[in-house]
């Protein structure tokens, strides 16, 4: 059996998974906790008496031999520069394997492709629309990786959409993708533009009735369309898959494909949404553990 966590910027799940790499339970609890002591309490108390004999982590942030380096350095306070291998290894006394969220999430979704019907696919994108914009890449059959752990960090890539002004990203860059385009970013700028608080569903329930909520949502999905035509047109992908809690919306997709059609069909990628739904970080750093083991 396989633990299998998935660490993202606001909620955590743990997934215990059977010989046949699916989920057999699954539980989740809120990431934001004082420090990563209490962090890891919680993570005991969540696995409770789950059996297994590996850990496979899926999370937020860039991993460098065993060690977690966010980029956005606010998405979770306690743990720059943590040694989460050895850290969970500790934990769990069993080995730990650990990879990007998005990484992870871009193997689960490629995997499900090579077993349902319909012709074969060789190099997707997938960009999790989420807390912050995470993005993994598999070109070839292969995921991408890099020893700096940047690969592939597109979220950080910068818009080039005209009029919105500086938007200061907590990577220390100007304009990325991330600060128009993630939940986070969707949240607050059209808290700013009502001049009320809301939360990014609530924004979405407001697309048809509030022009400054359909404007940042929009915004946000040319950004991703952008974002898609750029890394076609430098890594040839066949599909773009969308998950996370905005990338899951059939609203944000049809957006997304809206501005696509905009572009000369050369460029044009087919956007889908995650097959996995929620669950691809899970399965896919699952399998991805399996297959390093292999
Ligand atoms: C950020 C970055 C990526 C991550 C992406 C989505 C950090 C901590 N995270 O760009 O590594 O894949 O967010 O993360 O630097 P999520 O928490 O929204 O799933
Ligand atoms: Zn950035």
Request: contains cysteine.
């Amino acid at each position: 059996m396989i633990l299998a966590l998935d660490i993202g910027g606001t909620k955590t799940s743990a997934a215990l998974i059977g010989p046949n790499l699916k989920i057999v339970e699954k539980r989740s609890i809120s990431t934001q906790s004082p420090n990563w002591a209490m962090f890891a309490r919680a993570l005991r108390e969540l696995i409770g008496t789950w059996q297994f004999d590996r850990v496979a982590v899926a999370t937020t942030g860039r991993i460098v031999e065993g060690v977690l380096q966010p980029l956005n350095t606010e998405m979770i306070s306690f743990w720059n520069a943590l040694p989460i291998t050895d850290e969970l290894t500790k934990l769990f006394s069993q080995p730990v394997f650990v990879v990007n969220d998005a990484a992870a999430a871009a193997w689960g979704e490629f995997q499900c492709m090579q077993t349902s019907d319909g012709p074969l696919v060789h190099s997707i994108l997938y960009l999790t629309i989420s807390t912050g914009v995470g993005s993994g890449l598999i070109v070839n059959d292969r995921l991408v990786s890099s020893a700096n752990g940047l690969a592939s960090h597109a979220g950080h890539c910068q818009h080039s959409l005209p009029g919105l002004g500086v938007y200061h990203c907590s990577c220390g860059r100007t304009n990325c993708i991330e600060t128009i385009a993630s939940g986070t970013a969707i949240a607050h700028r059209a808290t700013v533009a009502c001049g009320e608080t809301l939360s990014t569903i609530e924004v979405f329930a407001r697309y048809y009735t509030h022009s400054e909520c359909a404007r940042v949502i929009d915004q946000a999905a040319h950004a991703i369309s952008d974002l898609i035509v750029n890394m076609n047109a430098t890594m040839g992908i066949d599909r773009a898959v969308l998950g996370g809690g905005v990338g899951l919306l059939d609203l944000f997709r049809e957006r997304v494909r809206f501005y696509m059609l905009k572009n000369p069909t050369v460029f044009r990628a087919e956007i889908t949404t995650a097959a996995l739904g929620s669950d691809s970080g899970l399965v896919g750093v699952a399998q991805l553990s399996n297959k390093d083991e292999a």
